[in-house]
């Protein structure tokens, strides 16, 4: 995703009592956490919810996470309905580069068939 210059931690967590959203009341499925002045972040996965997920789902988490990578540093204290307004973001420009890349694929396999008809 172009996120190169960011030094990214993946944690495998099997305890999921560290994914209880406090404000809504359900488990999610990963969190990235971080220091965005250090370009540092740490990607957590829940893995009591991770094999249920399909691989389109994961695909979306992954670069949703990633995505918030991108705002970290707008994130601030989560006051009132912040943290929403982030995840609203977030899920935003997940679905523009998911849209963007099976665009450039779409593109891409048209350009190989027509270099193989001519
Ligand atoms: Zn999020």
Redesign the pocket.
């Known amino acids: 995703m172009g996120l190169g210059w960011w030094a990214v931690e993946l944690i495998y967590e099997t305890d999921r009592r560290e994914f209880q959203s406090e404000t809504e009341g359900y488990e999610i499925v990963a969190r990235a956490t971080g220091r965005w002045e250090y370009r540092t972040v740490t990607i957590t996965f829940n893995m009591a919810l991770v094999p249920d997920r399909t691989d389109a789902e994961l695909e979306t988490d992954i670069v ?1 996470e990633m995505c ?1 990578i991108l705002v970290f540093e707008m994130q601030g204290e989560d006051v009132g309905d912040y943290q929403k307004h982030v ?1 609203r973001t ?1 899920c935003s420009l997940a679905n523009a580069f998911l849209w963007t890349r099976a665009e450039g694929r779409k593109e891409g396999i048209k350009a190989t068939r027509k270099e193989r008809k001519e």
């Open positions: 949703h918030h995840e977030v």
